[in-house]
T-cell receptor
Framework: DAMVIQNPRYQVTQFGKPVTLSCSQTLNHNVMYWYQQKSSQAPKLLFHYYDKDFNNEADTPDNFQSRRPNTSFCFLDIRSPGLGDAAMYLC??????????????FGPGTRLTVL | AQSVTQLGSHVSVSEGALVLLRCNYSSSVPPYLFWYVQYPNQGLQLLLKYTTGATLVKGINGFEAEFKKSETSFHLTKPSAHMSDAAEYFCAVSEKGGSYIPTFGRGTSLIVHP
């Protein structure tokens, strides 16, 4: 089935040690998003790509970077994780110009633990 | 600008009882409205959405929602709760012809008692 895949599902890193989370999609959607979600909170948008155009939210820390080498893949890099970065990271896709309009399709998430 | 208010961070019901989760929105243009469900340690899954046409929208797992423009509401209901419905529910809004990025509410945790 077409879907949004995130790897790994669980990631443990050490304070200050760079970490990369990956997302891939088989939906051929042109928009890909990264969200951070902390316990009992709504997802918080970090940034998104519309095709190759990168759009950063104003309050996203510089510690967070992203890459989208092609339509199918998108990566979230955390350069120096702090304890406050421990969270669930959600990847999502959408096709605003398509029949599904603004519907977002989410991956299962990667839960990041920072020791 | 768009915004969403979900009344009640927690809703508790007995198994078999009616489920009602409230969502009010603000939008300067006709909205697209969504309900997503999130089970523990999972991503968000679309339950249902309103884009245009019929204001009563049916979704998966027996849920439905009604778009009421005059009340700027999009409340989610289910006639009879199951234990498996226990999850976090998020209402979201985006704007037709506007930003394609939905704004999410803070979420409502549904607790189902046996």
């Amino acid at each position: 089935d077409a879907m949004v895949i995130q790897n790994p599902r669980y990631q443990v890193t050490q304070f200050g040690k760079p970490v990369t989370l990956s997302c891939s999609q088989t939906l051929n959607h042109n928009v890909m998003y990264w969200y951070q979600q902390k316990s009992s909170q709504a997802p918080k948008l970090l940034f998104h790509y519309y095709d190759k155009d990168f759009n950063n939210e104003a309050d996203t820390p510089d510690n967070f970077q992203s890459r989208r080498p092609n339509t199918s893949f998108c990566f979230l890099d955390i350069r120096s994780p702090g304890l406050g970065d421990a969270a669930m990271y959600l990847c999502a896709t959408s096709m605003p110009s398509g029949p599904s309009t603004d519907t977002q399709y989410f991956g299962p998430g990667t839960r990041l633990t920072v020791l | 600008a768009q915004s969403v208010t979900q009344l009640g961070s927690h809703v508790s019901v007995s198994e078999g009882a009616l489920v009602l989760l409230r969502c009010n929105y603000s939008s300067s243009v006709p909205p697209y409205l969504f309900w997503y469900v999130q089970y523990p340690n999972q991503g968000l899954q679309l339950l249902l959405k309103y884009t245009t046409g019929a204001t009563l929208v049916k979704g998966i797992n027996g849920f439905e929602a009604e778009f009421k423009k005059s009340e700027t509401s999009f409340h989610l209901t289910k006639p009879s709760a199951h234990m498996s419905d226990a999850a976090e529910y998020f209402c979201a809004v985006s704007e037709k012809g506007g930003s394609y990025i939905p704004t999410f509410g803070r979420g409502t945790s549904l607790i189902v008692h046996p």
